[in-house]
């Protein structure tokens, strides 16, 4: 792997974990020590990262993590809503079942892997990615999968907000699966509902988690 390339993604996962917070400034000659790489990587990496939209630029000079408000979190949904509904309606009627069943199958044991340790943490997010991409397969559209491709990646940020509440992560799966049975069905409309109620939901926790996680970190700057 390119040192470009590998820069790119230690900077873009940090971001997307929270290890580099919003308004963080990334200036060349530091993250250049920090990640023991020539500075001509990191000006790569992060120009991929602007395009992205997970970084900005304050002044010409100064780059820093883009921030997380929640105008950014509505207009994200927003677009999400348009996309995802879509994609799940064509899912139901041009997609395969069998990787549906076996997302079915899964999705009906995520009351299990949730009530484990991380390591479960961990595979039911898998079993969402694993979702995400059958949608994006059975869609047969490339336009609409690149579309979501970049939504995700800021989805990804938002995510991390709610891995740690217990009842939202188990009220989400229930709403995945009902998206999985309703393509299961061959039901555009009763996919793209279900989506729909998905992301109404999802909207309202993480609105919610990030007004508390700002007013926590307002009391620790005071």
């Given amino acids: 792997m390119r040192a470009g390339e590998k820069t790119y993604r230690i900077l873009r996962d940090e971001i997307l974990e929270g290890k580099l917070r919003p308004g963080t400034v ?24 602007v395009a992205d939209g997970l ?28 996309l995802e509904s ?10 395969s079942s069998a990787p549906f069943e076996l997302l079915q199958r899964n999705l009906l044991a995520a009351p299990e892997l949730l009530a484990d340790s991380e390591g479960g943490l961990r595979r039911y997010f898998e079993i969402v990615d694993a979702l995400d991409a059958a949608i994006d397969e ?3 559209n490339s336009y609409l999968s690149s579309a979501l491709a970049s939504v995700r990646l800021h989805s990804a940020r938002i995510r991390r907000l709610s891995q740690h509440d217990a009842d939202r992560l188990r009220s989400a799966a229930e709403e995945h699966l009902l998206v999985v049975e309703a393509i299961l069905e061959r039901d ?16 309202t926790s993480a609105l919610a988690r990030l007004e508390s996680h700002t007013a926590e970190s307002s009391s620790q700057r005071t």
């Fill in 86 to 95: 879509h994609a799940a309606a064509l899912a139901a009627r041009r997609g």
């Fill in 26 to 49: 990334l200036a060349e000659v530091e993250q250049s020590n920090r990640l023991q790489v020539s500075r001509t990587p990191i000006r790569q990496a992060l120009s991929r990262l």
């Fill in 138 to 140: 059975a869609a047969q």
């Fill in 188 to 203: 555009p409309e009763l996919a793209a509902h279900a989506t729909h109620i998905h992301l109404r939901r999802s909207l």
């Fill in 55 to 82: 970084v900005t630029a304050q002044s010409p000079r100064m780059l820093v993590v883009t921030d997380m408000d929640a105008d950014r979190v509505r207009a994200l949904y927003e677009l999400r809503h348009a």
